[in-house]
């Protein structure tokens, strides 16, 4: 049975759903954070695999730009974890609740 | 099965695996190795389909820096030291079982998808030579746009992580 596109589709959608149980069940905000990156490396799996199928360079130009993206949200996402770390002491996202209250 | 075939099933295994590892592990630094595991599988499936140039970027950026910025982040803090509160078994099994719900209603979408065989003739279409002149014919403006965009986003973070003055005197006093 040779790889098809059916395989990329489901590999990327397991990858995607790990990544959302994840962010689901855990506490720790930097967890959370590299779920999220998990995503998002599943979406560009997706798109990289449809870029071969389909013989077009524009989706992989559109990876290139995701992972643009991603390394400008970690920088500023890292940034804020270590500031609520320097004001509470911990990265447990149950704490930050107070807009609850 | 021929060669394809077979590094494809083990690069997805080890893919999956690793990211299995990455949200069961309790100790914050092994979660990002197996991150890190994983985003090489990653890069392997590009290079079987002939996506070099993302291949390589992959590396570089993933592995390479964003992952060592969250491990510098987790020695940072101290959290090898395995201290996370965990949440409440209900919570827990909530967020698998909607996970999979999830899974199931996208596999329920996708299952009737024609299976388009990958083509292995187009070889040229990830090298950078041809992704180079696409990136600057086409996608000058997004270009030039993401590097506003990292300039922004560098001073965003200099400015939220620097120590607050009015803090720190506040502590001190």
Known sequence: MPVTSTHYLFLSLLLFSIGIMGT?????????????????????????????????????????????????????????????????????????????? | MNIYD?????????????????????????SVLFLILTFFSISGHYLLMNAQFLAIVNIIVYAGAIMVLFLFV?????????????????????????GGVLFLVLLAAIKTAVPVTVDKTSIDIGLIANLGKVLFKDYVLPFEISSV??????????????KEDGVAAKADA
Request: charged share 10%; hydrophobic share 60%; proline share 2%.
């Open chain 2, 74 to 98: 987790i020695m940072l803090m101290n959290l090898n030291a395995d201290v996370e509160p965990q949440k409440g078994q209900l919570v827990q099994l909530a967020g698998v079982i909607s």
């Open chain 2, 149 to 162: 965009l990292f300039l922004s986003s560098m001073v965003g973070a200099v400015v939220i992580g620097k």
């Open chain 1, 24 to 101: 689901l069940m855990r506490r720790n905000a930097i967890i959370i954070f590299m779920c999220i990156e998990l995503m998002l490396n599943a979406v560009n799996l997706l798109l990289v695999s449809f870029s071969k199928i389909y013989a077009d360079p524009n989706a992989q130009l559109f990876v290139f730009f995701i992972m643009v993206v991603a390394a400008a949200e970690v920088a500023v996402g890292l940034a804020i974890i270590v500031m609520m770390y320097r004001k509470v002491h911990s990265v447990d996202i149950n704490i930050l609740n107070r807009l609850k209250h």
């Open chain 2, 6 to 30: 077979i590094l494809f099933w083990v690069l997805s295994a080890t893919a999956v695996g690793c990211a299995l590892g990455v949200i069961l592990s309790r100790n914050p630094v092994t």
